[in-house]
C-alpha cells in the first residue's frame, strides 16, 4: 500500500515535471536558434527526451527519478550559457534553486542529492574551466562555495520535506489499513448481527403473521440469542396483554350492546311520553292564550268604563261649579231687585212731592189770573207726569215684588240643584275609584295570564326540544349497538385463550 501511494505520487510528479521541462527546453530551443547556439538548442532537446519517455510510458522507478534530478539542473547551466552574454548572466543562478526546489514534488531524497551534486559539480567545473559562464567578472572561487552552501541548505531542507512526506504517506497508508482491517472486522461483526437479526426478524415475522391471522394463544418458545431475548420475552407479554385486553373489549362491547339496547327502549318510551306531555302543554298553551285574549278585552272595556266615569265625574264637577255660579247670580239678582225696589219707593217719593209742587204751582197760577195761565198749563202737565210716573212706579214695583218672589224661589231650587249634584259627583267618584281598583286588578290579571303563557310557551318549546332529544338518543342507541355489534365482530376473529361466545348485539336487542 504504502509503495503504490509513493509511486502513485512520483509518477505524477514525473508527468508534471517533464511537462515543465518540454517548455523549458522549447525556451532553450528558441532563446539558441536566435542566438545563434544550435548545440544549445540540441542539448536541449537531447536533455529533455529521455524525460519525456519516461513520463509517456508512466515510469516512476529510481532511474527515471534520477534522471530527472540530473535533467533539471543541466537545463538551468543550459539557461545559464545562453545569458552568459547578457546582464541576465547573475539572475540565472536562482533559477537552480527554483528547479532544484521543484525536484520535491518527486518525494525523493535521492533526487535532491543528485540534484544537489549536479548543480554544485556543475559550478566547480565552470567555474576552473570555462568562468565566464559562471560569473562575470571571471572564476571566483568563493562564490561557488557561497552558493554552493546555499544550495546545500535548500538541498538539506529539501531532503527533510521528502523523508517528512514519506513519513506522512507511510502513516497515512498504515492508517488506512488500520482502517481497512477494522473495516473488515466490522463487516464481520455486522454480519454476525445480520444472522442473528435474521433469525430474530424470521421468529418475529412468524409471529406476526399468526397475530395478524388473529391468533392471541400462540408464544414463541424457541429462545432468541443475546439481547434479543429481551425482545421475545417482551412480545409474548404483549400478546398475553393484549388477549386480555380483546378479552375485556369483547366484555364491554357485549355489556355496550345490553346497555344501548336498554338505553333505546327508555328513549322511545321517553319519546311516546314527552309527545304526549307536549300535546297537553300545546292544549294548555291554547288555552292559555283564548283566555288572554278574553282578559285583554274585559281590562280594554274597563278601562274604556273608567275613562267614561272619570269624564262624566268630571262633567258633574263642572256641572255643580256651573249651578253653583248660577246660584250666586240669582242672590245677586235678589239683591239688585231690593235694590231695585228702593229706587222705585224714591221715584215715588219725587212723584208724591213733583205732584205737590205741582198743586201748589196751580193754586199760584189760578192767583196770578192771565199772567198765571201759561204757569198754570205747565203746573197742570208736570203734575199729570207725576201721577204716571207714580203709576209707573207703582206698576215696576209690583213687577220687582213679583220677580223677587219668583227668584228667591229660583234660588231654593238652584240650592237643592246643587246639593244634589253634589251627591251625585260623590257618588261618581265613588264609582271611578271602584272602576279603576277593578281596571287595575284587571291589569295585573293580565300580566299575570302573561307570564302563565310566556311560561307555557317555553314549557311547550323544552317539551319539543326534550322530544327531539329523545329522538336523536334513539337514534344515538340504534348507532351505538350497531358499533357494538361490528366490534364484537372484529373481536370474534382474534384467537384466545379460554374465549366465550360474543353474542351478536342487535340480534339480542331485537
Known sequence: MVADEMCQLRENGVR???????????????????????????????????????????RCDAVARVMTGVTYPLLAGLLLALASNTDWLVDMHIVFFAFLA????????????????????HHLLLNLFAPGYVFPDGADLGRVLFHAAIVLIEALVLIYLCLQTEGLIRRVTEA????????????????????????????????????????LAARLTAPFPGEYETARLLLNSSCSELDQLVGAVALTADQVASGAHELREASSDLAGKTEQQTA????????????????EAQAQLWSATRSTALGAKADADRGAVEITGAAEAMSRIEASSAEIGEMIAFIDTIAFQTNLLALNAGVEAARAGEAGKGFAVVANEVRELAQRSAQSASAIKQLVAASRDEVALGVTRVQQMVSLLASLVSRFSDIAGQVDQIASGADGTVDAIRQINAATAMLDRAMQQNAAMAEQTSAASVALLRSAESLNGQVSRFQRHNAPAVVPALGRAA
Request: hydrophobic letters at 60%; a negative charge; charged letters at 15%.
Open 16 to 58: 508534471m515535471l517533464a511537462a515543465l521541462a518540454a517548455v523549458v527546453s522549447g525556451i532553450l530551443v528558441v532563446w539558441a536558434l536566435i542566438g545563434d547556439a544550435p548545440l544549445v538548442a540540441v542539448s536541449a532537446v537531447v536533455l529533455v527526451a529521455p524525460l519525456i519517455w519516461s513520463a509517456h510510458q508512466h
Open 102 to 121: 521543484m525536484l520535491a514534488a518527486l518525494a525523493d531524497w535521492r533526487v535532491i542529492v543528485t540534484g544537489t551534486f549536479v548543480t554544485g559539480l
Open 176 to 215: 488506512r489499513t488500520a482502517q481497512a482491517a477494522l473495516d473488515a472486522e466490522r463487516h464481520a461483526e455486522r454480519e454476525a448481527i445480520s444472522a442473528e437479526q435474521r433469525l430474530v426478524l424470521a421468529g418475529l415475522s412468524e409471529r406476526l403473521r399468526t397475530l395478524a391471522a388473529g391468533d
Open 280 to 295: 297537553a302543554v300545546e292544549t294548555v298553551a291554547h288555552t292559555a292564550g283564548d283566555l288572554l285574549r278574553d282578559i
